[in-house]
């Protein structure tokens, strides 16, 4: 018979999960510590052997009621606890469902303060046994989660099947995030399909600053890592906040298109644990709302019900008698519709592509720093839109559409006023006026439109692209290297030199010049189209009054290489 295990020698460790707008502590993630002292090497080795002796369950459940009982002593309210799940759990032999309630009622703690963490580490073997487990979850109102999403092959698979509250992004696309740039893009990506879905995102791994400000600029809803605290075995030290770490007091950026408050509608919530009694009060005092926004203990936004939804009830003769009847089972999650979101510091841009892509959606509901905020009316989001392009119009280059001048100055005050780590980049044509003169203005226009369109090809939409006039460019890199800005322009003007030689004729294209008058009127030869720049770097200890001063130096500096030219502020 096999030796049972002394668990009494396993502890748990706590590591919080901060809110990346307000800084206070949404959760803490239960961390398996001691295993040693059972005769184990590592967390692998443990589950390896719980799972091939087929004890995986039965050791589990022992497990989940120490983390349980341990995180009842943390001191922080309505936190949550991530707790990991071996996916090998669902194919125990004596598997039973109903035991992690009896854990949390025999500790009262609320279901929904649960949530189970699933990894693709162990694939799952039956599928439509997984789904079963998972729904009988959500039933009880215990939240999902997938950890170290991205590291799998399966991850979106899983992710689909599991219907997820939260999505945690693994650390190794978090480290460095705000100096490579595939890492930025990939995890942007995930942020807006999770937003879509109706689904949190969880950063993992944060341990510099700098990491801190790239995942809040790509809206990341929490944040997990060293920088804020390490896995503690002391349930003492797990703070309700950490807003007063240096790097949250400094950090008091605006969206450049905030939204206008005037346009939220306060629309009253109920809350998840009212009756359908009360839903249908509601209706009959609110005659003018359609749905009603549903909302937890925490007041963060679970949905909407609406009101054609629950008709045939309560307009049926024994519709309120059933919904006071405390044995009618129907509950309000069973009329809940998933609804999209936006944090009201994510501004205009952010609330309407994120509406554009559920086209299903009456409107979007507003949180602030994680609680219900408010609504905006499909009548107001198109009020808002129609104002944002008007914005949009009176600043962007005719030509191109891209931003114009008070968007760089923008951009630049951004930059200074955050101690950004940036680049900026001037591109000037190289003999536009006689290749204007020979082919004439609407070639012209043809070369820089041409430009434009390599230009938003070859950068990512974290990059800023503008206009300055003419046939002058401005981009702006934030938290990249300076040698990935290098290859990133050399390769732009290549393929600009490429590109435009279809807009000459044959014989100018064999003579790789043209003939043309310079500007005194003297008739000489001149090269094909290429485009000339330079790069300033933009240190953390520079100043806009430097900046100012070099920039008279730095078109100059533009124009006499053929490869990009950097430039660094002095410190």
Not at 10 to 17: G, K, R
Request: charge should be negative; include cysteine.
């Amino acid at each position: 018979m096999e030796k049972e295990l002394d668990l009494s020698k396993i502890d748990f460790a706590y590591q919080p999960i901060i809110n990346t707008q307000s800084g206070k502590t949404f959760a803490v993630e239960a961390l398996i510590r001691n295993y040693q002292e059972i005769g184990f090497q590592s967390i692998n080795d443990f589950f390896d052997y719980l799972a091939n002796k087929e004890i995986l369950f039965d050791y589990d459940i022992k497990l989940r009621k120490i983390a349980i009982k341990k995180f009842t002593l943390i001191d922080v309210p309505n936190l949550k606890l991530f707790y990991n799940i071996d996916n090998r759990f669902f194919t125990m032999p004596n598997r039973a469902f109903g035991k992690t309630a009896e854990i949390l009622d025999e500790l009262d703690l609320s279901s929904d303060r649960l949530c189970f963490e699933l990894t693709e580490h162990n694939p799952f073997s039956d599928e439509n046994l997984f789904q079963e487990a998972i729904q009988n979850y959500k039933k009880d109102n215990i939240n999902i989660a997938i950890d170290d999403f991205g590291t799998g092959v399966s991850g979106l698979h899983l992710l689909y099947i599991s219907d997820a509250n939260f999505v945690k992004i693994d650390k190794f696309f978090i480290t460095n995030i705000d100096i490579d740039q595939k890492k930025r893009l990939f995890c942007s990506s995930v942020v807006e399909m999770a937003h879509i879905m109706g689904i949190r995102v969880i950063a993992e791994g944060i341990e510099r600053v700098e990491e801190y400000f790239t995942c809040k600029d790509i809206k990341v809803d929490y944040l997990q890592g060293y920088l804020f605290c390490r896995p503690t075995l002391n349930v003492n030290e797990v703070k309700k906040s950490y807003k007063n770490m240096s790097f949250f007091k400094k950090d008091k950026r605006l969206a450049s298109n905030s939204i206008d408050k005037s346009f939220i509608e306060k629309i009253d919530a109920i809350n998840e644990d009212s009756s359908l009694h009360d839903l249908f009060v509601y209706f009959k005092e609110h005659t003018k709302n359609t749905f009603v926004p549903i909302v937890n203990r925490e007041k963060q936004i679970l949905g909407a019900i609406y009101e054609v939804d629950i008709k045939q009830i309560s307009y049926s003769q024994y519709g309120l008698s059933l919904a006071k009847n405390q044995s009618f089972k129907a509950k309000l999650k069973h009329y809940l519709r998933p609804v999209p979101e936006i944090d009201i510091s994510w501004g205009i841009d952010k609330a309407l592509e994120i509406f554009n892509m559920r086209n299903d959606a009456k409107g979007i509901f507003v949180s602030k720093d994680s609680k219900y905020y408010g609504f905006i009316s499909l009548n107001n989001l198109l009020s808002l839109s129609y104002k944002r392009n008007l914005e949009i119009a009176q600043n962007q280059n005719p030509l191109t559409k891209l931003p114009g001048n008070n968007q760089i100055d923008d951009f630049i005050y951004n930059v200074f006023n955050n101690k950004y780590q940036s680049q900026i980049i001037y591109f000037d044509f190289n003999d536009f006026k006689p290749f204007n003169d020979t082919y004439g203005f609407r070639l012209g226009d043809r070369a820089i439109l041409m430009f434009s369109e390599i230009l938003q090809k070859n950068l990512s939409r974290e990059s800023f692209i503008a206009h300055i006039g003419g046939d002058d460019f401005f981009v702006g890199f934030i938290n990249s290297t300076f040698e990935y800005v290098n290859e990133v322009i050399a390769h732009i003007q290549s393929e600009f030199e490429i590109s435009v030689q279809s807009l000459y004729n044959e014989e100018d294209i064999k003579k790789g010049f043209i003939t043309a008058k310079d500007r005194f009127g003297v008739e000489r030869d001149f090269k094909l189209l290429s485009v000339s720049c330079a790069i300033i770097e933009i240190c953390k200890k520079s100043s806009l009054e430097n900046l100012n001063s070099k920039l008279g130096e730095f078109k100059k500096l533009s124009k006499r290489v053929d490869y990009p030219f950097g430039v660094c502020l002095d410190m």
